[in-house]
Structure formats: C-alpha cells, structure tokens
C-alpha cells in the first residue's frame, strides 16, 4: 500500500506531535486535510510547508469540545472526500485528579477525545472512495491499558477510547482497518506537567523521536490490511512497568 495520492484527514495536526504527523504523511506522498481549533497561524504555516514539497493540504476549523461543531467539521470534510485515512489526533490533556475533576472537565474530555473520534469515525464510511479502503488510526496513550490516577479524565477517556478503536474494528470490517498508536514520553507535556524522573520508568531509558512517531503510523497507514483492532505501544516499554 502507498500514500501516493491518497487524502488523510488528522485532527489536532496544527502542532506538536500532530503537526509531525502530518509532515511524515506528505513525506510519504499523502495530501493532508489539516484539522485546527485555535492554532490557525502553524496550521497555515504547515499548509505552506506541505505543499511546498508538491502535496496537496486543505485547512478545516472546529472546536471538538462542540459536538455540532464535529457535526460541521463532517459536512466541510465532505465536500473534500474521498478520503482514504482518518487519524483522531486532537485531545485535551489536564493534569487532574479524581478529587479536583469537575463535572465539566469531566465531560469536556470525554467531548474532544472520545465523543468526536466516534462521530467522526461513524461518517468515515461514506468519505471514503466507495470501492476503495480505508483505515482509521486512534492516538492513545500506554494510560490507556493501564488506567492510574493521574490526569483522571485524561486517561479515562483514553481507555474509552481504546475501547472504541477495537469495537469500530468490527463494525468497520472488512473495508476499513481501526487501530491505535498508544504514545509515551513523545514530547514533554504542553501544560509543564513532566517531572525530572519521568524517564525512571521508562525501559528504553529516553524520550521517543519525532521520527519514530512518523514510521509508526506509517506502519499502520501503509502496511498488512490484515492487522486491524490492534494497538501499538509507541513508549519504550512503559506500559509493562
């Protein structure tokens, strides 16, 4: 299987390790539709980035925590269709614990990263080429198989949606292939949360590259249709310990 000339729509692609991402989609010689919610400006910047290196990107905007505005989102992504991947990307990530999550963290988490990965995922049927494939991939964390108490919604959220990537794998056979990329210390946390022995637990004793987040969807992109409702630990062993 090749990305060439096939149309993969990410979600959160904006920065971070969405952004690197997307960049390792184009490299392999996919067209992007790039989702963003605030970060327009590094969307735009990506956009130019891709296609300066001869693919295709088309920018959509939506606030996730909306569920009409995922609803939106479907009806903007259709008009681009069709599409051969979804990559549910885009999360909410609050270093909370049980006693100071609020109903409305609560909620708002299970909103952005499991409410809008399963809409999304149930109209992906009918973006893709209609005698085509398609595959849909999940970004997870190793939290989310083995569910603590820190970021309590976070992680809850994530087993959630764990749950759901291997439910949509049956529902969704045999045309489209669900799995899950579970990521571990990819980047330091974006709200300053990571600690000086974060690495202590951590088998392969370093932080992941960018470079192997790419390879590894990749893998999921373009290899065995065969392999589906599987999800791929991406954290130097974290999840055994």
């Known amino acids: 299987m090749t990305l060439a000339g096939r149309k993969v ?3 959160g692609s904006g920065v971070r ?11 392999a010689g996919g067209d992007l539709i790039l989702h963003y ?3 327009r400006q590094p969307a735009e910047e990506l956009k130019s980035e891709i ?3 001869g693919h295709q990107a088309s920018l959509v905007q939506a606030d996730l925590a909306d569920p009409e505005s995922t609803v939106h989102l479907i009806s903007q992504v259709r008009r681009l269709a ?3 991947a979804l990559v549910n990307s885009a999360a909410i990530f609050a270093p909370l614990d049980l006693p ?3 109903l409305e963290a609560w909620e708002q988490h299970f909103t952005v990263n499991l409410t809008a990965p399963f809409l999304l995922s149930q109209s992906f049927a009918s973006l893709i080429d209609p005698d085509g494939q398609g595959r849909i991939v999940n970004i997870l964390d190793w939290r989310a198989l083995r569910p603590g108490i820190d970021h309590f919604p976070y992680t809850i959220s994530k087993a959630a949606l764990a749950a759901l990537t291997q439910s949509l794998a049956v ?4 045309s489209i292939t669900v799995n899950g990329l579970a990521f571990g210390a990819i980047l330091p946390p974006s709200d300053g949360a990571a600690t000086g022995n974060i690495l202590d637990n951590v088998p392969a004793g370093r932080w992941a590259n960018l470079e192997e987040v790419g390879e590894a969807l990749l893998f999921l992109l373009e290899g065995p249709s065969y392999i589906t409702g599987e999800i791929i ?9």
């Open 9 to 11: 729509l990410i979600t």
């Open 171 to 174: 529902a969704l056979a045999p």
């Open 17 to 27: 390790i969405g952004r690197a991402m997307a960049l390792a989609i184009a490299q």
């Open 233 to 241: 630990h991406l954290d130097g062993g974290r999840h055994l310990i």
């Open 51 to 53: 296609q300066s290196i």
């Open 82 to 84: 069709p599409l051969y």
């Open 37 to 39: 919610n605030r970060s």
């Open 100 to 102: 100071s999550t609020t």
